[in-house]
């Protein structure tokens, strides 16, 4: 999404009840991530990696709910292939 539709679609969901941030931090398990950068907000509860795919090396940034403490400040790692 372009950053308009991304706050249109927020003002939605803010309208329908949900809590996006408070005091700067993501809230109802609802969190804006870019793609490259990752979410923008601090959100405790999501994971983010940008990890290398195909033959070609490409990159591709990947979410997941954290489960547990981080391996670092500001460092996760992605989870277990299941």
Do not use: H, N
Not at 46 to 51: K, N, Q
């Amino acid at each position: 999404m372009a950053p308009a539709q991304v706050q249109s679609y927020a003002r939605q969901l803010q309208g329908r009840g949900l809590t996006l941030l408070r005091g700067g931090q993501a809230v109802d398990f609802v969190a804006v991530v870019d793609q490259l950068r990752g979410p923008t907000s601090p959100v405790e509860w999501l994971g983010f990696a940008r990890v290398v795919y195909g033959e070609a090396a490409g990159k591709a940034g990947i979410c997941w709910l954290r489960r547990g403490p981080r391996a670092a400040p500001g460092l996760d790692a992605p989870p277990a292939p299941l």
